[in-house]
């Protein structure tokens, strides 16, 4: 069965780094655009980052751009997300996701999406 598993979230000071993990089983991983999203108390599940079947295109939410970097590795089974400068309102769940075949800019939405992990989470303190 697939398997989307998340490491690497924590208590971080704000300006702090993190890099999150996810490894994934059960699938042709290099089949799959991966995205990753998050999702604070009280909020809707939001878009982060997503990242095309080779690697060679990434897309980005507004809010992170310039300090969040998705990257994978094909022969790992693995998609990371590096997060910079991280301000508390990063604060959240952060999920991965896998999604057969399509990058395109729909990579944003959840529904187009076919497998979840069960999150990390990261905690920026001011």
């Known amino acids: 069965q697939v398997q989307l598993v998340e490491s690497g979230g924590g208590l971080v000071q704000a300006g702090g780094s993190l890099r999150l993990s996810c490894a994934a089983s059960?699938?042709?991983?290099?089949?799959?655009?991966m995205g990753w999203f998050r999702q604070a108390p009280g909020k809707e599940r939001e878009f982060v980052a997503a990242?095309?079947?080779?690697?060679?295109?990434?897309y980005y939410a507004d809010s992170v751009k310039g300090r969040f970097t998705i990257s994978r590795d094909n022969a790992k089974n693995t998609v990371y997300l590096q997060m910079n400068s991280l301000k508390p309102e990063d604060t959240a769940r952060y999920y991965c996701a896998a999604r057969y075949l399509v990058f395109s800019n729909s990579c944003n939405r959840t529904v187009t999406y076919n497998y979840w992990g069960q999150g990390t989470q990261v905690t920026v303190s001011s």
């Open positions: 990242i095309s079947l080779n690697g060679g295109s990434t």
């Open positions: 059960g699938l042709t991983f290099s089949s799959y655009a």
